[in-house]
């Protein structure tokens, strides 16, 4: 799988120098009501044409993230301060009512549960038509040809007839692709897709991530890639973020991270993930939990679970002091937040 | 203050809550009582206590008739007036009352515990047995009350016995299938199996563990449908069918009043308030209980997609 | 695939129903035999005003019902009967019992579907507007307001709807069922309490569905909220409504017994009230059956409306 879809990664550079679509600037959220930080101070960019893949165990506020892009915050979260630029345009400032015209026009999303997201009593033409109808003002009828040119690009056979489904009818993998074709009817320029294969079966994950690729360059969309597996990561990303309790703990170009990881945490990450069980055909389990990390409020989110710490003997600054994102190697961008890595870079104490 | 405090405080600042109720607040943070619940239990309180000493405080006999004073408006002596026969109409209201409310208590006790006891033994009976109980349930509802009430009635005749059995067999339905519902639940709880694992018996798991962990809903549909229990049981003395004379009750009352209405509304007025007023009263407190049971669990969060 | 698990789904409930039918049928033929009084005598009662009876009369009407036959001799006649709609004559009326079912039926559906549709218009956007924010204070205010419609009884809102709209403004007929005006007060009345349990159903139903991930899903192609809600909303939230219409209807076309009375409308209560009063056999006996048939066909068109407005209905259901 990894092989195929590969060659469809973009050449490093070219994108480098295209216009942000979405520009996350130093976003904070949470939940009053557990008193949770859910996202801690996020910095996060992708370019016009760039699959960005934010990386990072459950629960470290991914979906969060894609969730306050969209302002569709579950009940309870608030947004404490931050800016997620749209083409420049803060979308954290526009007026509710101003987001309809938003949602399914700039910015659309892709879930983990695809069936669920259909609604059960609606053909899914209709569904698939409506950001037609409504970004676009084109009737029902007049968008039918688009939907059912829009269910065959993404690979449904006999469109005529699938277009009067509905959601029970088709598999998780027919979903998600009914779901791709729903959000990318009106031509948004930036997708986040919140796991969008992580419900389905290797094969069908496969075919999907190629969809992804291929609107991708089609259409120069801007992804925005959640997922925890480290191999999809690989497979199509030209970035990738990794998240930790909130905050972003390493960022670079896929390559430069996945190849020399600086933080300890991606390390860990690649240990456990099935790109390094591949070479010593065990799986690692990254020790502790990072639900400790929820009720820290300075020092180094990792240092409970961190062995690095430990064995270059900083403990005690990463307890007490945290962290900046800095240059982690030659890669350009490739940043990561840990003071050992400053550390063994700089020649420091 | 950490920084996670100052965060927080401004979250809250950035979605303001409810403001403080504050005698709602207080009435639930310290009794941990819905207002439905105390208004409800005050209302009804006053009228079961009424009605219970009755015989004492009437300040008529029920059946004494007094010909020349038919009829008669509202005034000191008699506060809602006298009926056809010249009986004082508040007297009325309350010995009517007691038959009404009683009556209700007792095929709605009846109603509970048949319906508990059938729904419990469907639902860990399993198999044809639960499936021919709930065809049965599904029988049932299809007849409205009074209906079902009318057929027994047409075979053993009117009387205080037939009533009962009526508004019983219309009334366990509700129980049966809340009681099914709970047991199938509580059923896959550990020290159910534990039980069963020590080899106690079916009717111990059920005495033992089922009902006492079924009894807070249970309660609350009761105190729900007694308000459908006393108006059922108006409904049938209003068609002559309940309560016979010389004895009388709301319902009976009512359908005496109609004929009078156009002259005298008051007849009419006041057993109907009666009834309307109890039922309401016992109907808050079980729709309190329910809120209070229901109280900070996701049902009450707003959908976060309709901002 | 999709089509056997329907078959078998249509076939396992038609016979349920055949064999409740059969069962109720039993029990609805018992009853003459069950009450203390002699089927002859209960008739000639009902059609005399004299009480003492004439005994060769009663022997006569005996051997012309047929009722020195074995009991089940005589339930299979009339089951036969049954089978073709022949339900005997009403003891009282002398009318042939069918006849009597058709007339009541049109005059009970019309007022019981008018009342039941006024119900469902305005309990769908009270338990919408409800659900809308739970536990604030609109929602309370519907709770307290449904409360308060399932606490009135109906005979008391009759007369006093009839007290003043007829007596006092003249504006409405008392009772009969005549022209548009005089359906107006009974269907009002007879509305009461479906529209307070309908608006809890609904209520509770919108709660659930307005927080489903498809509504999100929706709010996220670009869909405003009130786009969302009637489009993806309100069809979902309807369902439960559509079965407890449903319930109702088969209810209420078993007889409105006490509006019907209060109105004077001839309808299937009234029909019923009266036999029960007269010890009408053949119409109580008709009834039953008449009522679980009723039920049973009304439950399968809802069935079928069910499966029509969520598809996924035909497969979820049989599992259940
Ligand atoms: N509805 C919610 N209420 C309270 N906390 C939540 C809710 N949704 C998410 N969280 C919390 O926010 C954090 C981030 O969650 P999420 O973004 O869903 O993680 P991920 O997608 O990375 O698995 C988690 O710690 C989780 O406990
Ligand atoms: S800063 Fe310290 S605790 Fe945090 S990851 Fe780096 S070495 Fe580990
Ligand atoms: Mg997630």
Redesign the interface.
């Given at each position: 799988m990894t092989s195929i879809v590969l060659n469809a990664k973009k050449e490093v550079g070219a994108v480098q120098l295209a216009e942000p679509i979405l520009d996350i600037r130093n976003l904070n959220v949470g939940f009053a009501r557990n008193r949770l930080i859910a996202i801690d101070a996020l910095d996060l960019t992708v370019r016009r044409g760039e699959i960005v893949a934010l990386v990072g165990e459950s629960g470290s506020g991914k979906s969060m993230t894609a969730l306050t892009a969209?302002r569709?915050l579950p009940v309870g979260a608030g947004i404490i301060s931050g800016e997620v630029r749209v083409h420049g345009r803060d979308l954290l400032a526009l007026p509710p009512?101003a987001m309809?015209?938003?949602?399914?026009?700039e910015i659309?999303?892709l879930?983990q549960?695809p069936k669920?997201?259909?609604?059960?009593?609606?053909t899914i033409g209709?569904?698939i038509a409506?950001?037609l109808q409504?970004?676009r003002g084109l009737s029902l009828k007049d968008a039918w040809p688009h939907v059912i040119e829009a269910l065959r690009d993404v690979g449904i056979p006999e469109p005529e007839r699938r277009a009067m489904s509905?959601?029970?009818?088709l598999s998780g993998g027919m979903a998600q692709r009914v779901?791709i074709a729903?959000?990318l009817s009106?031509s948004p320029d930036i997708l986040i897709a919140d796991e969008p294969t992580t419900a389905l079966d290797v094969t069908v994950q496969a075919q999907i991530l190629k969809l992804l690729v291929r609107k991708r360059d089609e259409a120069s969309l801007a992804v925005l890639l959640i997922t925890h597996d480290l191999m999809v990561v690989s497979a199509i990303a030209d970035r990738v973020a990794v998240m930790y309790a909130g905050r972003i703990v390493e960022e670079g170009e896929t390559r430069a991270v996945l190849r020399s990881p600086r933080h300890p945490y991606t390390q860990a990450l690649l240990r456990s993930s099935l790109l390094a069980a591949e070479e010593d055909g065990r799986l690692y389990a990254i020790p502790g939990s990072a639900s400790a990390a929820r009720g820290l409020s300075c020092g180094c989110r990792y240092h409970p679970r961190c062995q690095a710490a430990r064995s270059l003997g900083i403990e005690e600054r990463c307890r007490s002091q945290e962290p900046s994102l800095s240059t982690a190697s030659a890669s350009p961008g490739h940043q990561s937040r840990c003071w050992g890595v400053q550390v063994t870079a700089g020649g420091m104490q | 203050m950490t920084r996670l405090d100052a965060d927080l405080g401004h979250i809250r600042a950035a979605n303001p809550r409810?403001g403080i109720r504050s005698w709602t607040l207080i009435s639930t943070r310290i009794f941990r009582v819905h207002w439905?619940l105390l208004i409800g239990a005050a209302i009804f309180s006053t009228i079961a206590l009424t009605l219970l000493v009755t015989p004492w405080i009437a300040p008529f006999d029920p059946s004494s008739q007094n010909i020349l004073k038919r009829l008669a408006s509202p005034s000191a002596a008699h506060w809602f007036g006298t009926d056809q026969l010249g009986r004082d109409v508040f007297t009325r209201v309350l010995y009517g009352g007691r038959f009404s409310v009683a009556m209700a208590a007792i095929t709605l006790i009846l109603c509970a515990v048949v319906g508990t006891i059938i729904g419990a033994i469907s639902a860990r009976a399993g198999g044809a047995a639960d499936e021919l109980l709930m065809?049965l349930v599904d029988?049932l509802?299809?007849?409205?009350d009074?209906?079902i009430a009318?057929?027994l009635?047409?075979?053993?005749?009117p009387g205080y016995g037939t009533l009962i059995v009526a508004l019983t067999i219309t009334g366990w339905t509700p129980f049966a299938r809340l009681m099914r519902g709970l047991t199938l639940e509580v059923n896959t709880k550990e020290y159910i199996e534990a039980a069963e694992a020590l080899g106690c018996s079916r009717w111990f798991i059920i005495f033992r563990h089922i009902i006492p962990n079924t009894l807070g809903p249970i309660f609350a549909i009761s105190f729900l449908r007694f308000?459908?229990k006393l108006?059922t049981v108006?409904?049938l003395s209003?068609?002559g069918?309940g309560v016979q004379p010389p004895n009388s009750d709301w319902?009976a009352m009512?359908?005496d009043?109609?004929n009078f209405?156009?002259r005298m509304?008051w007849l009419?007025?006041t057993?109907?308030?009666a009834?309307?007023?109890t039922?309401?009263s016992v109907?808050?407190i079980g729709?309190g209980i329910e809120?209070e049971r229901n109280r900070g669990r996701d049902?009450?969060?707003?959908?976060?997609?309709?901002? | 695939m999709d089509a056997i698990v329907m078959n078998v789904f249509v076939a396992k409930k038609f016979v349920?129903v055949l064999i409740?039918l059969l069962i109720?049928s039993i029990l609805a033929f018992l009853?003459p035999y069950?009450?203390?009084d002699d089927p002859a005598r209960a008739i000639l009662r009902a059609r005399t005003v004299d009480d003492a009876l004439d005994p060769a009369a009663i022997e006569a009407l005996r051997a012309e019902l047929g009722l020195n036959r074995s009991l089940i001799a005589q339930y299979l006649g009339w089951l036969w009967r049954a089978l073709h709609l022949d339900f005997g004559y009403s003891f009282a009326t002398r009318t042939a019992v069918d006849v009597m079912f058709v007339q009541a039926l049109k005059v009970t559906s019309l007022l019981a579907i008018s009342a039941l549709i006024l119900a469902m218009v305005i309990a769908v956007p009270l338990g919408t507007i409800a659900a809308?924010?739970?536990?604030?204070m609109f929602d309370n205010a519907v709770?307290?307001f449904t409360?308060?419609l399932?606490?009135?009884?109906?005979?008391?809102a009759g007369?006093?709807l009839?007290?003043f709209f007829s007596?006092h403004m003249g504006w409405l007929p008392s009772a009969g069922w005549r022209d548009f005006n005089s359906t107006i007060l009974p269907v009002v009345v007879l509305s009461l309490r479906p529209i307070a349990y309908f608006t809890q159903v609904s209520r509770?139903a919108m709660?659930?569905v307005?927080?489903?991930?498809?509504?999100?899903?929706?709010?996220?192609?670009?869909?405003?909220?009130s786009?969302?809600?009637v489009?993806?909303g309100l069809?979902?939230g309807m369902?439960p409504v559509i079965t407890m219409f449903s319930?109702w209807l088969?209810?209420?076309l078993?007889?409105?017994?006490?509006v019907e009375?209060?109105f004077g409308i001839p309808g299937m209560?009234w029909l019923?009230?009266d036999?029960?009063l007269n010890?009408d056999a053949p119409l109580?006996q008709a009834s039953?059956v008449f009522?679980?048939a009723?039920?049973a066909l009304i439950n399968t068109i809802t069935d079928i409306g069910y499966a029509l407005?969520?598809?996924?209905v035909r497969?979820?259901h049989d599992k259940a």
């Open positions: 969209m569709l009512s309809n015209a938003v949602r399914g026009r659309a999303m879930y549960q669920i997201m259909l609604d059960p009593t609606a209709r569904q409506e950001p409504i970004h509905y959601a029970h009818q779901m729903a959000a009106a | 409810r439905m065809r029988l509802v299809a007849f409205p009074v209906v009318l057929f009635i047409s075979v053993f005749g308000g459908h108006i108006g409904a209003f068609l069918l319902g009512l359908a009043a109609r209405m156009d509304p009419m007025i057993p109907g308030l009834v309307f007023i039922a309401l109907t808050l729709k809120l049902e009450n969060a707003s959908s976060p997609y309709l901002k | 349920i409740t109720v009853v069950v009450g203390s809308m924010r739970p536990a604030r709770t307290v409360q308060t399932i606490a009135i009884p109906e005979y008391w007369p006093l009839v007290l007596i509770s709660v659930e307005l927080r489903a991930p498809y509504i999100g899903a929706a709010r996220g192609r670009g869909l405003t909220a786009q969302t809600l489009r993806h069809r979902n369902l319930l088969t209810s209420l078993g007889g409105s017994v006490v009375v209060i209560g019923l009230y036999a029960v010890n109580i039953i009522i679980v009723l039920a407005l969520n598809p996924s497969l979820t």
